[in-house]
């Protein structure tokens, strides 16, 4: 028993680090909440963002039809050049909205996770990174096939 005394400084101070290392429910429902809110905040931010490029983008093709009226060869050139430049940032504003969603709902899945311990958290941690990284292949493969119809439009 003598010899447990000394020890027990250290006992004490292992058994809270352990106890501190997961968090209660409670706990981990603020953190999902506010990486709830923080996503929607930064999805609606990026959405904002697209729109006013695309706003823009659609802007010139407007103007762009309405010289087309001119049945001119080069005002059809115009118009072709500007539909393909509105392709492109539309697809690079939904890549960066896409991203930014993924993002969030990344950051959502691991604020869940934070609950469990050990493997279980591991594990959820993995599966959150692995749809973070399926998304985001998604989102790419996605704008990179508008990329090329966009090259390609005439």
């Known amino acids: 028993m003598n010899r447990l005394i000394p020890m027990m400084p250290v006992l004490a101070l292992a058994a809270l680090l352990l106890a501190g290392c997961t ?4 706990e981990t429902s603020k953190d ?8 929607s905040q930064d999805a609606s931010a990026a959405r904002e963002a697209a729109n006013k ?3 823009k983008a659609d802007e010139k093709v407007a ?14 050139e115009k118009l072709t050049e500007a539909e393909s ?3 492109v940032v539309k697809a690079n504003t939904s890549f960066d909205v896409a991203k930014t969603e993924a ?8 604020e869940k996770c934070g609950a469990l311990t050990d493997v279980d958290k591991k594990a959820c941690v993995s599966a959150a990174d692995a749809k973070l990284a399926l998304d985001e ?15 390609r439009h005439d």
């Open 23 to 26: 968090e209660t429910p409670s």
């Open 32 to 39: 999902v909440q506010k990486a709830k809110v923080d996503a």
């Open 53 to 55: 490029k695309e706003v």
């Open 63 to 76: 103007a762009a039809r309405h010289d087309y009226s001119d049945t001119s060869a080069a005002a059809n």
């Open 85 to 87: 430049k509105a392709m």
């Open 103 to 110: 993002k969030g709902r990344h950051k959502i899945a691991v």
């Open 137 to 151: 292949a998604n989102a790419t493969a996605e704008r990179d096939a508008t990329l090329v119809m966009a090259e």
